[in-house]
C-alpha cells in the first residue's frame, strides 16, 4: 500500500470491513468496533466484538473459510461497487464522490469523514473476494498443498515436519510456502511464509533446541528485528509448543478449540515464560517482584503498585508496547503471584489476582485500554507468574502523581532501554507529536 495514503486507507478499509461484517453476520454497528492501532509499517487494523459477551462472529470468521470473501463481496456492495467486477454502480455516480452517508459514513465516525475514500479500497476489497479461489478447493485441495509444503521442509528439522502434520490434524490453514527468502536485504530463510494480499507477509519460525543457546538466540533477534523492520510480522514457535503458539495468531491459522481451564484462569505451559525469563530485562521486558507488597517489608507499600502502572503505561505510549512479568525479582528468584495473595482483598487466588490487577488497570487507564491488554497467569517452580502483554495505544496514557511540592501533575511515562522514564513537558511534546499525530 503507497505509504502517503496509508492511514486514509486502513481507516476507510476499516469502515468497510465493519460494514460488511454487520451485514454478513447481522449484527449492529456499536457490537463490532474496530480502530487503528500501531504507527507508520507496523500500523495494523483491530477489530474487535464490542458486544457485552461476545456475539460469536470471530469464531464464525476463523471456521468458516469463505468469510473474508463474504465481507470483502458486502463491503463492494456498500462501497457501491460491483463485487464481482468492481465497477461503480451507476446510479452512484456523481451521487457520491468518496463517501456518503449511504456507504461509508456515520456519526461515530465523523472525526474520520475527511480521510474516507472508497475509492482507495476498491482493488484491495477486490482481491480479497478473488483470494479464496486460489486457496479453494478446485484449484488446490488443502491436502495436496500440505503434501507438497512436506516435501519442502528441511529435512534436519523434524519439527518443521510436526508443525505441519499438527496443522493438519486440527484441521487449520497451511503456510503458503517455505524455506522461501522473503527481503533481498535481509539474510534469512524463515521455516515458512504466509502472504498478505501484496503487503510484507507473515514469517513463521519453528525453533527447535539450538535457537535456545545464547549466540543463535542473539542472531535470531537482529535477523528477525530486521525482518520487522521492514513491515514483515513474526510468528516464532518454541520448542514444539504448537498450540500456544498458534492460538494468538488465529488470525494466521484459523482458530483452535479452547484451552482446558484450571480454576477459571487461563494458566498456559511454562515453556515460554520460561524463555522470557532467561532473556531478561529489555526495552519491551520489564520484571516486577511484586503487585501490592513490599519485598523487605512484606506490607502493602503504594509505590508497589504505583511502578507496575508506570511501567504498563510506559509500553502503552511506546511504539512496541512491552511484556511485564510479574512475580519475579530482578535477580531472577519466582517470587509468584502467591506472595500479594494476602493484600488482594477477599477472593485470595488465581481469580482474585487477575480480578484485582484488571480493576487496577481498567481505573487507571480507562476501558480503551482493556483491548490492549492480556493477561496470563503461568505455572512455575509450584508457583505462578503473571504475564502482562500491552500493545501500544491510540493516544497517551498518563499518570497523575503528587510531586515534591505536593501538586499533582500529570506525568507521561515512556520507555528507553530497560528503563520507565517520565518526560518533562517539552520531551513529551516532542514525543507526543512524533508518537501520535505523525508531525
Ligand atoms: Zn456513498
Known amino acids: 500500500m503507497p505509504r502517503a495514503q496509508g492511514d486514509q486507507f486502513l481507516i476507510t478499509l476499516a469502515y468497510a470491513l465493519q460494514r460488511g461484517i454487520q451485514f454478513v453476520y447481522q449484527v449492529e ?70 463517501a456518503c452517508y449511504d456507504c461509508l459514513l456515520s456519526y461515530s465516525n465523523q472525526p474520520h469523514h475527511p480521510r474516507i475514500d472508497r475509492h482507495l479500497i476498491r482493488d484491495f476489497l477486490l482481491d480479497l473476494t478473488h483470494s479464496e479461489v486460489v486457496a479453494g478447493p478446485e484449484t488446490d485441495p488443502p491436502g495436496d498443498h500440505f503434501e507438497r509444503l512436506l516435501k519442502m521442509v528441511d529435512p534436519a528439522s523434524p519439527l ?19 524455506q522461501n527468502r522473503p527481503s533481498h536485504d535481509v539474510a534469512v530463510q524463515p521455516d515458512f511464509y504466509c502472504e498478505r494480499g501484496g503487503r510484507p507477509g507473515i514469517c513463521v519460525f519453528i525453533d527447535g533446541a539450538v535457537h535456545q543457546e545464547p549466540e543463535q538466540a542473539e542472531h535470531d533477534r537482529r535477523v528477525r528485528d530486521e525482518l520487522e523492520d521492514h ?47 532467561r532473556r531478561g530485562e529489555s526495552e519491551t521486558l520489564e520484571f516486577k517482584s511484586s503487585l ?24 502503552l505510549n511506546s511504539y512496541k508496547g512491552g511484556t511485564l512479568i510479574i512475580g519475579v525479582e530482578d535477580n531472577g528468584n519466582i517470587l509468584g503471584c502467591e506472595y500479594d495473595f494476602s493484600a488482594i482483598g477477599k477472593k485470595q487466588d488465581l481469580d482474585g489476582y487477575e480480578l484485582h490487577l ?26 505462578h507468574v503473571c504475564e502482562v502483554r500491552v500493545g501500544p495505544g491510540r493516544r497517551p496514557y498518563t499518570l497523575i502523581e503528587q510531586g515534591k511540592d505536593g501538586q499533582k501533575k500529570q506525568q507521561l511515562y515512556i520507555r528507553t532501554g530497560n528503563q520507565t522514564v517520565t518526560l518533562g513537558m517539552e520531551e513529551a511534546l516532542r514525543y507526543f507529536a512524533d508518537r501520535w499525530t505523525g508531525n
Open 358 to 383: 484488571r480493576n487496577l488497570l481498567n481505573r487507571e487507564f480507562g476501558s480503551d485500554s482493556a483491548p490492549l491488554v492480556e493477561i496470563a497467569l503461568h505455572a512455575i517452580d509450584y508457583k
Open 160 to 178: 518443521e515436519r510436526e508443525f505441519l502434520l499438527y496443522l493438519r490434524e486440527h484441521g487449520l490453514r497451511p503456510p503458503n510456502t517455505a
Open 29 to 98: 454497528e456499536g457490537e463490532v468496533a474496530v480502530e487503528l492501532i500501531g504507527q507508520g509499517e507496523q500500523q495494523r487494523l483491530l477489530l474487535w466484538e464490542a458486544a457485552e459477551g461476545g456475539t460469536g462472529v470471530w469464531e464464525r470468521m476463523v471456521r468458516e473459510p469463505d468469510s473474508f470473501a463474504a465481507i470483502a463481496r458486502e463491503a463492494l456492495r456498500v462501497c457501491h461497487f460491483d463485487p464481482a467486477s468492481g465497477s461503480e454502480e451507476p446510479k452512484w455516480i456523481g451521487e457520491c464522490a468518496v
Open 231 to 277: 513491515g514483515f510480522r513474526i510468528i516464532a514457535i518454541t520448542g514444539g509448543q504448537f498450540a500456544a503458539g498458534i492460538r494468538p495468531n488465529w488470525d494466521v491459522f484459523g482458530g483452535l478449540p479452547e484451552e482446558p481451564k484450571t480454576d477459571d484462569v487461563a494458566v498456559t505451559a511454562s515453556s515460554t515464560i520460561e524463555e522470557l525469563l
Open 292 to 315: 501490592r507488597l513490599g519485598v523487605s517489608s512484606g506490607t502493602v507499600e503504594p509505590v508497589v503498585e504505583k511502578s507496575i502502572l508506570k511501567t504498563v503505561s510506559a509500553f
